[in-house]
């Protein structure tokens, strides 16, 4: 939250997208703030759905066969732009 407080982009991308959202007759302050409530709790919804699949990653990575998988797979695709980077012409 600090820096999102702190960062002056932030400050910058609510002044530049917020008022063109807000209709006439209505308060600017409430509405601002309503939408950026609206923002937070979608922000909330996103780390949530982080989080959700970090530790379904976690349980998936524990197992022996999966960091198999992982280990082949990383190794298969570095040895892939090692010879693409061998080659003439890349």
């Known amino acids: 939250m600090w820096t999102n407080l702190l960062n002056p982009k932030i400050g910058a991308f609510y002044l530049a997208t917020i008022p063109q959202f807000v209709p006439a007759g209505v308060s600017p302050l409430g509405m601002g703030l309503l939408l950026a409530g609206v923002h937070d709790l979608l922000a909330v919804a ?45």
């Open 46 to 90: 996103w780390f949530a759905l982080i989080i959700a699949g970090a530790s379904y990653a976690r349980r998936w990575l524990a197992n022996a066969r999966a960091l198999r998988v992982v280990d082949r797979v990383a190794g298969v695709t570095l040895v892939g732009f090692g010879v693409k980077l061998a080659l003439p012409g890349h």
